[in-house]
């Protein structure tokens, strides 16, 4: 059987087109926003939407100043110091936050703006606290969308979240 490379060529030139007609505009209307913090409402999650070391400005309604690495250890604690609820991400959590846009981030930066600010090089880069293997842990990468690998003594941004994604726990 002789296979011809000229309709396999042409059906990939149609493939971008129909993956682009998929993407979505950041509108940040999945969250339900007040002030800093941005809820979603498919999943229930409270986020912070400045990554940590970052503040929220009412006035320009974005996040200012510089975003802090962490080792996935010194986000934990900063997180448990922080009380309320707020915690390090799971990466299913961080997972929801996944955006096909069209363009820019793969995060809604209507409801995160500002995020790419944590590119210290490689990308915003965001810790989660669920370990992929031992001593590695999850990762999501939003200015390209993609999740990966770290160890936990890396340097990574952190967004902080409170709520639990499979609902309320009982004991």
Do not use: Q
Request: glycine share 12%; proline share 5%.
């Amino acid at each position: 059987m002789k296979f011809s490379t000229i309709p396999a060529l042409i059906l990939l030139l149609f493939l971008p087109i129909n993956a682009h007609a998929t993407c979505i505009e950041a509108t940040g209307s999945g969250f339900a926003i007040k002030g800093d913090e941005a809820t979603d409402v498919a999943h229930g999650l409270t986020w912070k939407r400045c990554a940590v070391g970052m503040t929220w400005d009412t006035l320009t309604n974005t996040c200012l100043g510089d975003p802090r690495g962490f080792t996935l250890d010194e986000a934990l604690a900063y997180a448990e110091r922080e009380g309320g609820g707020w915690r390090v991400p799971k990466g299913p959590e961080l997972e929801t936050l996944y955006a096909e846009t069209c363009e820019g981030p793969k995060i809604d930066t209507n409801a995160f703006p500002n995020i790419t600010a944590s590119d210290f090089g490689e990308g915003a880069t965001f810790w989660s606290s669920t370990e992929a293997m031992p001593g590695m842990f999850y990762f999501f990468e939003v200015t390209n969308g993609y999740f990966d690998m770290h160890s936990k003594g890396y340097h990574l941004s952190v967004l902080l979240v409170k709520g639990n994604l499979l609902g309320p726990t009982t004991n």
